[in-house]
């Protein structure tokens, strides 16, 4: 049993505390899976639109599958994106009831937390995946050790799979995992300090030609 606390107020949600709610609503099971765990259930949702925490969010639209998912694994639940109503990753994702995205991502060690710094809305990796909904391109790179996290620091500090996640480049990214091609390297004499990876993703000439010669050897 955890150390919620129950007693905290929705303010604009009638007053209610997070035990009314579960209990108004009869959700015994959510409650049940969510007591159990360390999650930071007291986290406000500043900006949403009734003031209501991940916990309050998750009863109020029963989403007991993605739930159960989220609370198996040490996900950073608590992150805030600053500029998307101050929603954590949690939150975004019981919101759109992206349950596939979750189960692919929890799965992995990916670093799941690193934000864009300089993205428009201060998203984190998961946060980009899953406002795009990009199921597919998540799949193919979570098979492999690619290190999704180094940054193209001059354009606009996005990682890796940032940049693919924004451009849906599904094809680049089915035809690089299938060579041992060194995806980390920087190009350093490149105008935007982009590692090979970063730059195939623009260029899909140079992949084939990468491709060929990795083949050759």
Do not use: C, G, P
Not at 15 to 39: A, C, G, P, S, Y
Not at 138 to 157: E, P, Q, S
Request: proline share 0%.
């Amino acid at each position: 049993m955890t150390n919620v606390n129950v007693n905290i107020i929705a303010a604009d949600d009638d007053d209610q505390m997070m035990l009314q709610m579960i209990i108004n609503e009869k959700h015994f099971k959510m409650m049940k899976r969510l007591l159990m765990t360390n999650v930071n259930v007291n986290i406000a949702a500043a900006d949403d639109n009734n003031n209501w925490m991940t916990l309050q969010m998750i009863v109020e639209e029963e989403y007991l599958e993605m739930i159960k998912r989220l609370l198996m694994i040490d996900i950073n639940v608590n992150v805030i994106a600053a500029d998307y109503d101050d929603w954590t990753t949690l939150q975004m994702i019981v919101d759109e009831e992206y349950l596939e995205m979750m189960k692919k991502l929890l799965m992995t060690d990916i670093n799941i937390n690193v934000a864009a710094a300089d993205d428009d809305r201060d998203q984190t990796i998961l946060q980009i995946i899953a406002d795009e909904e990009h199921l597919e391109m998540m799949k193919r790179l979570l098979i492999i050790n690619i290190d999704v996290n180094i940054t193209a620091a001059a354009d606009y500090d996005w990682t890796t799979l940032q940049m693919i996640a924004e451009e849906k480049h599904l094809e680049m990214i089915k035809k690089l995992l299938t060579i041992n091609i060194d995806v980390n390297v920087t190009a350093a004499a490149d105008d935007r300090d982009r590692t090979t990876l970063q730059m195939i993703v623009e260029h899909e000439t140079m992949m084939i030609v990468l491709r060929a010669t990795a083949e050759s050897q």
